[in-house]
Structures are given as C-alpha cells and as structure tokens.
C-alpha cells in the first residue's frame, strides 16, 4: 500500500519551508498583509499577543547545518554554543531584514547578551527582552509578566501595529489554543502509533508552522492528524519507545533525528520546537485575556530546564512524561554548551532512574555532521532496550 | 621582550591585609562552629547578595562561589572537578558549580580547613547569572533544605524601572523575608536591617575612594588583582558589619599614604617601581593560576587601573549606596544593578568612560569558558570598545577554577604581544 499523495504532499510543502532560510514565506505574508513580522527566540513567547495587534510571530531557531557561518564565528568564542552565531550569521546577512522586531526570551545568558548585541547591530529594529518571570505568584511574578507584555504590546504598536484590544487578544487565545490541541493530538497519536507520525516528518511540520500565521498552521496540522492517522501504508515496526529530552533551544539536525529512528528508535516523546506545546492545556479564552496569558504562562506551563521549580520534586514532570509516553528509555540530547539542558541534566537523570528507565547521553551542534557515534550509541541502546528490558 | 623586572622584594603585610584575614578566621570559626552554636547559616551568591537582611536575621552567609575561587587558590578544583565529572556534570558547564559540589562530595572542608555547615537556607539570588538558578536547584537536591528565590530582572535597556523595583520589592516582602523568618524562628526587624545598611553605605564611600584612587599617576592600586582582596569583605559575608567600615577606613587610610608617597601598586614580588601599561580588564580572574597571571603582568610593568570584576557585587563608583531610609527599595536597586545585571550596551559604555577616566593604554578581556554571563558577546565589546576609544584591546581565554584551560605560554606570547604593541604605538607617536 502506498502513501496518500495528499500526506506527501503536505510533508514536501512543510519541508520546503523548513529549508528555506530565506524567510521567503514571512516576506510573502507581509507583501500580501502589510502586517509587521516580529521574530522571536526559544524558547516560548505568547504569539496570541502578537496575532493580536495584526503580527506575524516568527518562530527563530538558529541555522540549518548548510548554513556556512563566517561572520557569526566571529562574535563567539569556540566554548558558545552554536545558535547564536547562525543567528547572528543571518541577521548580517540581511535575512531578517524581514523582521520588525525580535524578542529575546529570558532563558540563558548566551540569549540574554544576544539581545544587547542586537541592540546595536540592528538599532533600527525594535528588541525586546522578555523578561520571564520566575515568581509563580500572580501578585509578583504575575503582575512583573503582566506589565512586561504591556511593555511590548504598547512598543508594537508603536512601531505601527494594532493597538491592543482585549476582544483581539481573546479571538487570538482561541485561535492558538485550537493550534495547541491539534499538535497535543498529534503527540498523543504519536504516543499511540509512534510508526505513524515519524518524528523527522512531524518535526518539519512544527518547523514550518512557525514561519505561517495561526490560520494556516491550524489547518496544515488539521489534515496532517487527518491524513496521518488514516494512512495505513505505515506499519510498526520493532523499535523501542524513547523519549528525547534536552533539545529545547538549539534544534538538532534533521540527519540527527532521522539517524535516531534509523538506529532503532521510536521516538514518542521530546522537546522540539516547544513553543507549539509550552503552555499545556487551553487557556480561558473568557474574562480579562491579559490575565489567562499570564495565568497560563505561571500555571501551566512545562517544566523546563529554563524555569525555577519552586514547588514539588525536580524531575517529577519528566517521570509523568515518562508514563505517559510509556517511553523504555531516556536519550538526553543536548547541544554542546547549552547550559540550561545540561546543568539539568544530573537531576533529570536522578528523574529517569528513579522511575526505573534507562538512559543514555550525548550531545550535538545544529550544525553537526557526523553521525555515525551517535547511531551505534543510540542503536546499541535501543537494542539492549529490546534484548534486556523487563517486557 | 619583556623590560627589566620594575619590582621590589615582598613587602611586610599592610594592617588592613592583616585585619581581613582576622576576620574570615573569625567567620569561618563561627561558621564550624555552627552545629554546636546553633547559628543558621544560608548559602547565597556574591551578585546580588542580601548580607544585610541576613546579618538582621544573625544568619551566617556562606558564598560558595568564593569557595570555590579560594579551593582553586590551594589547586584542590582540579580533584574536585573531576569529582564532579565523574557523577554526570558535563564537562561543558561552569566549574564553580562542579567545584563547589565536587567539594561537597568531599566532605565540604572549606579553605580554612574547617568542615562547613550544611545550609538552613540556600537563597537564591538570581541576579545577572542564568547558572545560579540551577547551581541551587543542584544543591537543594543534596542538602533537602528550603530555597528562598529572588529574581531579579536583567536591565535590557540599561535602565531600572519602576516594575522592576516593584517585582524584586514584592519579592522580598511576600517571599524572601517570610522564609527568612521561618528559618530563624525571628521576626524581620527593619530598624536592625537600616543600621546594617548605613554602615554599608560608610564602607561603600571608603571602598570607592580606594578604586578611584587608581585615577592617579602612578597609581597606588592594582584594580584588578589587588582589588580582588579590597572587595572580599564587602562582597562577601561584611557587607553592613562594622568590621567592614574599620577595615574600608583603614585601606583607605593606607592607600592615602600610598599616594602621598608615590607609591605604585603592590604586586606578587612587592612595590611595583614603574609603571608602564594602565590597562583596564574586563572579565574575571582566572584562579587556578592568579599570582602567575597576576605576575605576567606585573612583570610587564603593566597596572589595571579598572576592572569590571570588581563591580560583580556591586557598581558602586557610580554612585550607587545602600540607603537604610528605603531598606527594601535599596536592596532592589543594588540585586539590580550588579555588573553582570547590565546591557551589553552599559557594559561597553563603562568600559569606554573607565579607559578615558582612568587614562588607560588599553584593555585586556580575560574570557573565561565557565561564564557565559559575562563571556557571551565579549569579542562584539573588544571591537566596539576599540571603535570607540581608539585604544587596543587583547583578548586572552581560560577559566575560572579550571586548570585544565589555563595556558600560561599562550597567555603570557599574547600578553607579551600586546604590550610591545602598545609600547611601539607609544613611541609612534612620540615621535
């Protein structure tokens, strides 16, 4: 039985604008709207504030590995990780000429300083440092957040957006909160019938959905479930389950994910492109919008390495993550540097053997090219998943 | 070629050198003491810290990023990296964090070589360093105690705001004071909080004296590797105690006395008799190798008349002192504007306004590989400070507490390099 060509189809388009690293397709979108595009770093930013004032939100995550970097080098010592000089690479480059502003979210000090060089490399675009909060207390944390994305909103609009309107941001909650449920089916089918929704493929599609506004995304992922979920030209296959954890900010290489899967491996959970899944469940789309945004992001959002757990036992989400995905193993996939992932590391290892599931570790750069360790590593992995676990 | 050695034999140890080492023997006693004495100790970091409300609460502070640096004085980081290492710390992360458990794991023999005290309190002062978040979150898994979380936001755009005041305010009030009291079993007492404070802010006065006393000709300080032994009290446990103010009035005194008498620095080897080079340094000390370092440029004749480590726990030379009539504002304002809590763009700003104030040659950027807050966009600050003053900078790279990235011939070629070059521009354009 053959593919559906309409599932081929959607996976070419998807991975034609994960290629191209023009912004081609935000430069279309403003031609056709008018609108202003503002980019945004990992790891999340709430795009329905954005979509809200007539912004396309662009999701930026570094370079492809076939991005040559000459300039970014230059700004970086060897002991860096890679994302920023890709990003630095292409903002010289003039790729994000496209962009009206870009918001440098609080998850590291490498994205931090980032900011401040974009300051004056590029002074005439807006740049906003998101400041998140890491008091979950919605009269402290709650009420900085608030008025940080006040902040931005009256910075936007400023620069020639909409003034933000609570009736526009509830519309935009809504909007985002039906693209959140169809990727959380997306995952949950993946969990299901992992052979279904190969993680190479369902990456692109993430990947794509952050250069398009909501209203395409949303269908895009719509027929994706669609297609995927009736497509029977699949068939399982005897891999392991396993869950890829730490590569959040700086994305691996295609090659990477595609050399996990051919080594053996299901993966049925990960942190990919995680803005698409950073705030769990819907938000209340009712009521003072500003409020559930904030909610949302103090109550409800994942654990990340990039967020104080104040409360409850570090490690304790990857465990739930670990049952529910039914994973049989940990790869813990981090880029080289990336201090967030692997100072977390120790502790979510503690995480996964408490709750009795093998690991393994290594690590990459979004523009590594070998990849032969890593696939005898998570091949032999995946074997003695196979041979030795208790099933 | 480096000039003939400008320097004198050791000197006897000046009274306020004396003093301070009085007064971390006498902290570190309290604190071996502490099981016995019943005294609670809280484990917290140097930017940002809250010595004052501790010493208000009479908690005893621990600084585990000074054990670390001072483990690495007495070459034990090596073992307890490697440590570290071995239980799954990635050999890519900061090495004070891996020293500072390694060092746990060992028994948490502190350098004086008394035990230290497991922490009543680990509090977390998130201030201009995303790696001390997590260092916390590390311990706390060892030590099961509780965590008072203070974050403090990142001046982006070179500036405090009024949210921003509010939000670290809010903290302390609703968050830190409250864990503080439980803790301690005592009530916040604001009056005894104002009096530590206003004895801060004598220190600060003496304190800034002394760093600006680089501003002359030849100048009586080394603001960088002298300096890191004037800021120790104030950026550690003294902050707002009267050892601090006796200790600040009595180096400044010394250093009057330095001036008055056309003295240069003290170096490793003693008096520094001429002075060459007046460079600012941007970065921290490299550890593991200080008096080597330190010697590679003393022995160049080479004098840091600034540094931006120096202004970690706190930027006081421009005009920032705790003001015991706006206890909680004060606090806020200081977590707030600690050096590695500033814009890349404010930190070229300084930079360019020390190498003109202080009348420096040029500027030497010591990047070290476990510190991204600082290290991160360190060549963009070579190039725009160079633009912008039109003096050199060097660029150099090591580590923190790591021996293993401190090489001293590339170091010391490049350093060399450097200061011929500086030497040729002179003569250029003497002539």
């Known amino acids: ?391 | 070629m480096s000039p003939a050695p400008t320097t004198a034999p050791p000197a006897q140890k000046d009274n306020s050198q004396v003093r301070q080492k009085q007064m971390i023997a006498r902290h570190f006693d309290r604190l071996a003491a502490a099981p016995e004495t019943g005294a609670k100790c809280a484990y917290t970091f140097v930017p940002g810290n809250l010595t004052e409300l501790l010493l208000a609460f009479d908690m005893l502070p621990v600084l585990p990023e000074i054990n670390a640096l001072q483990s690495a004085m007495r070459g034990k980081t090596a073992e307890y990296i490697a440590a570290a290492e071995k239980l799954g710390h990635s050999e890519d992360v900061c090495t004070y964090v891996k020293s500072d458990i390694g060092m746990m794991k060992s028994g948490n023999v502190g350098p004086t070589g008394q035990r230290l005290p497991n922490p009543d309190l680990l509090l977390l002062s998130y201030t201009g360093c995303f790696t001390f978040m997590k260092w916390f979150e590390l311990l706390r898994e060892e030590y099961h105690c509780p965590v008072a979380m203070l974050h403090v936001p990142y001046q982006a755009d070179g500036r405090i705001t009024d949210a921003m005041r509010t939000y670290v305010v809010d903290q302390l009030k609703t968050a830190v004071i409250p864990k503080l009291e439980e803790v301690t079993g005592r009530k916040y007492d604001e009056d005894r909080l104002r009096a530590h404070l206003a004895k801060s802010a004598q220190a600060e006065n003496d304190l800034v004296w002394v760093l600006q006393s680089a501003k002359n000709v030849p100048s009586p300080i080394d603001a960088y590797f002298g300096a890191v032994y004037y800021v120790g009290p104030i950026f550690s446990a003294f902050r707002g105690t009267t050892d601090a103010v006796d200790y600040y009035r009595e180096l400044r005194a010394e250093i009057a006395g330095r001036i008055r008498e056309g003295k240069g620095p003290v170096t490793p080897d003693g008096d520094m008799e001429r002075e060459r080079f007046r460079i600012v340094v941007e970065g921290p000390p490299n550890w593991t190798n200080f008096r080597q370092f330190w010697k590679m440029l003393a022995d160049e004749g080479a004098v840091a008349v600034a540094s931006t480590y120096s202004k970690v726990g706190g930027v006081y030379d421009l005009g920032f002192r705790h003001d015991p009539d706006r206890p909680l504002e004060t606090l806020a304002e200081y977590c707030l504007g600690c050096y590695t809590n500033l814009s890349l763009p404010t930190r070229i700003d300084l930079l360019t306004r020390y190498l003109s104030e202080y009348r420096a040659d040029g500027f030497l950027i010591n990047s070290v590989k476990s510190c991204n807050s600082f290290s991160a966009g360190q060549l963009h600050i070579l190039r725009e400070v160079e633009a912008r003053s039109g003096r050199p900078g060097a660029f150099i790279e090591s580590d923190l507490v790591d021996p293993r990235y401190f090489s001293a011939a590339n170091i010391k070629n490049r350093l060399e390099s450097y200061f011929q070059m500086l030497e040729q521009k002179r003569m250029g354009a003497a002539s």
């Open chain 1, 1 to 391: 039985m053959s593919e559906d060509p309409r599932l081929t189809a959607l996976v070419a388009r998807a991975d034609s604008l994960f290629r191209d690293q023009t912004l081609a397709a935000v430069r279309d979108w403003k031609a056709r709207t008018g609108g202003l595009a503002v980019g945004f770093l990992p790891i999340y930013v709430p795009r329905e504030l954005l979509h809200a004032q007539g912004i396309l939100p662009v999701g930026l995550m570094g370079g492809r590995p076939d991005l040559e970097i000459i300039k970014g080098d230059a700004y970086y010592q060897s002991y860096i990780c890679h994302l920023p000089r890709s990003t630095i690479e292409l903002g010289l480059n003039g790729v994000y000429d496209a962009l009206d502003g870009l918001i440098f979210p609080a998850i590291c000090d490498v994205i931090r300083n980032l900011s401040g060089m974009w300051q004056m490399l590029f002074p005439k675009v807006l740049v906003h440092y998101l400041d998140v909060p890491q008091n979950f207390d919605a009269a402290v944390g709650g009420a900085f957040y608030r008025r940080d994305l006040e902040s931005l909103a009256s910075a936007l609009a400023d620069r020639g957006a909409r003034p933000l309107s609570a009736d526009a941001l509830r519309h935009s909650i809504a909007l985002y909160n039906e693209d959140r449920r169809l990727v959380r089916e997306l995952y949950a089918l993946r969990r299901r019938e992992p052979w279904k929704v190969p993680t190479h493929e369902l990456y692109v599609v993430l990947r794509a959905a952050q250069l398009m506004p909501v209203e395409e995304s949303t269908p895009m992922f719509a027929e994706y479930l669609e297609l995927t979920s009736a497509d029977q030209s699949r068939r399982p296959q005897d891999q392991a389950r396993v869950l890829v954890a730490g590569s959040f900010c700086e994305q691996p290489p295609l090659a990477l994910i595609k050399t996990l899967e051919r080594a053996g491996c299901y993966i049925v959970d990960d942190d990919f492109v995680q803005v698409h899944r950073f705030i769990r469940s819907d938000i209340p789309a009712d009521g003072d919008p500003m409020e559930r945004l904030v909610a949302a992001l103090l109550t409800d959002a994942v654990a990340s390495p990039t967020r104080y757990i104040a409360d409850g036992v570090k490690g304790e989400d990857l465990e739930r993550r670990l049952a529910e995905s039914q994973a049989e193993g940990v790869l813990f996939c981090a880029p080289s540097f990336c201090d967030p992932a692997l100072l977390d590391q120790p502790m979510a290892v503690r995480a996964a053997e408490r709750a009795g599931v093998p690991w393994t570790a290594f690590k990459y750069a979004e523009n590594s090219g070998q990849f032969q360790v890593i696939r005898e590593q998570a091949g032999t992995f995946a074997d003695s998943i196979k041979l030795w676990s208790g099933a």
